[in-house]
C-alpha cells in the first residue's frame, strides 16, 4: 500500500496467536516435572487437571485452563459430576478433552466403588452402636452425585451388620420409599433390625414432614413384620441428622 506521495508504508507483521502449552510455562513448574522430581501429592488440583488435558488454549495456558474449569463448576466434586455437554461449554474444553476428563472422574468412581466394597466387608458381623460409622459410609457412596439415594442398612439381632442396600434415587415419596419394597429387602437378608437413610443435596439436614411421616410409616410396617426400625438417619456431605439421637423414634 502506498501513501499520497507515492511510497510504500510498511505495516509490522501481526503475532499470531498460539495455542499455549505447558512449555510455555517455567521448566521447574511445569506439572509433568513436578511429578517427576517431587511425586504427584505435590501438585494441586488444577495441575492435576492439566496433566488429563495438555495443552491450554489461545491466550490461556493449560494451568489458566484448568483453573478455571474448576473455579466455574464450584468446586473440584461439582466438576466431578459434570456431563459431556456441561464440559464442553467450558473455553478450551472440546469433545477429545472432555471425554479424557470424563474417562478420569468415572475412574475415580470406579476406585471409590471397591474401597466402598471394601469396607462393607470389614464391616460385616460387626456390632454398631453409634452412627458415626454409617454415615460414612453411606456419604462415601453417594459423594459423586446430586441425586437422592434411600438406603436400607440390615442388622441381625445382636445389631451386627448384614449389608447396605440401595432402595432408590430420587425424591423421597410415599410412592418410591415403600414398606412392600423395603422390607422385601431386610427379609431377604434375614434382618432383625434395620436403619434407613437417605441424602440431602441440598445440605440441610432437617427432616421434613414428608420424611417424618415415611419414618412413621415405615416404623409401623417394620412391626408388623417383626423388624425394629432402630433409626432414621438424613445426611449430607458434611452433616448428619439421626432420628433416634433426637428422639424422634
Not at 114 to 121: C, N
Not at 201 to 216: A, C, L, M, R, Y
Amino acid at each position: 500500500m502506498s501513501n499520497l506521495n507515492g511510497k510504500k508504508i510498511k505495516y509490522p507483521k501481526l503475532e499470531r496467536e498460539k495455542n499455549i502449552t505447558v512449555k510455555d510455562i517455567a521448566k521447574h513448574e511445569r506439572p509433568r516435572e513436578k511429578i517427576i522430581n517431587y511425586g504427584v501429592q505435590y501438585l494441586n488440583n488444577a495441575e492435576l487437571i492439566a496433566v488429563i488435558l495438555g495443552s491450554g488454549t489461545k491466550g490461556s495456558n493449560v494451568i489458566e485452563t484448568a483453573n478455571n474449569l474448576i473455579n466455574s463448576s464450584g468446586s473440584l466434586s461439582k466438576l466431578l459430576k459434570s456431563t459431556i455437554q456441561e464440559l464442553t461449554k467450558h473455553k478450551g474444553i472440546g469433545k477429545a478433552k472432555a471425554c479424557q476428563l470424563l474417562a478420569l472422574f468415572e475412574i475415580t468412581r470406579r476406585f471409590n466403588s471397591e474401597l466402598v466394597g471394601i469396607e462393607l466387608e470389614r464391616l460385616k458381623e460387626k456390632e454398631i452402636n453409634t452412627p458415626d460409622i454409617l454415615v460414612e459410609l453411606i456419604r462415601s457412596k453417594i459423594i459423586f452425585d446430586n441425586r437422592e439415594h434411600f438406603y436400607l442398612i440390615s442388622f441381625d439381632a445382636r445389631n451386627r451388620f448384614i449389608a447396605a442396600d440401595e432402595i432408590s434415587q430420587g425424591s423421597m415419596t410415599a410412592s418410591i420409599v415403600h414398606p412392600r419394597e423395603t422390607f422385601e429387602i431386610a427379609i431377604k437378608r434375614q434382618a432383625v433390625q434395620v436403619v434407613i437413610s437417605h441424602n440431602h443435596p441440598s445440605g440441610d439436614v432437617k427432616p421434613s414432614d414428608q420424611d417424618i411421616s415415611i419414618t412413621k410409616r415405615l416404623a409401623e410396617a417394620g412391626n408388623i413384620l417383626g423388624i425394629k426400625l432402630i433409626d432414621h438417619i438424613i445426611l449430607s456431605k458434611t452433616a448428619h441428622f439421626s432420628f433416634k439421637e433426637n428422639e424422634l423414634i
